[in-house]
């Protein structure tokens, strides 16, 4: 059976957060408390990134009580099927902007790679700002 994009995504990203974590550690403070302070910032964004992956990919869960009629819990099947889905396409962006950020990695899919559009005066000022995009290529 052929896998989702977004299960490859996700297991792509992964693996990235546990190399940077890896990375991230390996680092040697020593007197540097510029080395420190990097090293403490990567780990609370790994640790960010985990709890939105965490969020996207979590499946709904099932009432207090858990005990529901046969009927209850087929009604409850197909309001996890439809909340799933719908959490998958509200969410995707999510894991699409996250896994964009290893566009330089060689395991990176070309077609992952997400577009910039121009946005005038998103920040307030007469410049016109770049910022990306969930849409795909």
């Known amino acids: 059976m052929m896998r989702d994009d977004f299960e490859v995504k996700v297991e792509f990203l992964v693996a990235r957060l546990r ?3 890896k990375g991230a550690l390996a680092l040697k403070p020593g007197k540097s408390a510029d080395v420190a302070g990097l090293q403490a910032r990567v780990l609370a964004d790994i640790k960010t990134k985990r709890r939105l992956l965490g969020w996207t990919t979590e499946p709904p869960r099932l009432p207090e009580g858990g005990d529901l009629s046969r009927w209850g819990a087929h009604a409850w099947d197909l309001v996890v099927g439809t909340a799933a889905a719908m959490r998958m396409d509200r969410r995707r962006p ?3 902007c996250l896994v964009a950020a290893y566009a330089d990695h060689p395991d990176f899919h070309p077609e992952w ?3 910039e559009v121009e946005d005038q005066h998103e920040s ?5 700002s770049t910022r990306a995009q969930g849409h795909m290529v």
Request: glycine share 8%; hydrophobic share 30%.
């Open 19 to 21: 190399e940077d974590e």
């Open 94 to 96: 999510v894991i699409d």
């Open 113 to 115: 790679k997400l577009f």
């Open 124 to 128: 307030g000022d007469d410049k016109p």
